[in-house]
């Protein structure tokens, strides 16, 4: 598996006669004690095993336990705030 800054990454794409049928882009990383953290585009989810179109993408980060909800809500609204334009950006192209 390809490594980008110490990101490991995997791309399976099936195609037929050039044209992409669906595809899945998977970046992760080891953070120690089983966990990692994960970036994945997806063309398409699996429901009842068939795949259906369904473009996403999903971001997974390991966290410290948050004792207090109301500042988990407030972190993840800063986050939103802060970070998700440039996101959108990337994935609305």
């Known amino acids: 598996m390809p490594d980008y800054n110490g990101w490991r990454y995997e791309a399976r794409v099936e195609s ?15 953070r120690g004690g089983g966990w990692y953290d994960e970036v994945r585009h997806d063309s398409h989810d699996r429901v009842k095993g068939r795949r259906g179109m369904a473009p996403h993408f999903h971001m997974k980060m390991r966290s410290a336990l948050k004792e207090d909800g109301r500042r988990a ?18 994935i609305e192209q």
């Open 16 to 30: 037929e006669n050039d044209l992409i049928l669906w595809y899945s882009v998977a970046f992760c990383r080891s």
């Open 73 to 90: 809500i407030q972190e993840i609204k800063d986050l939103i705030a802060s970070h998700l334009p440039g996101i959108a950006e990337v």
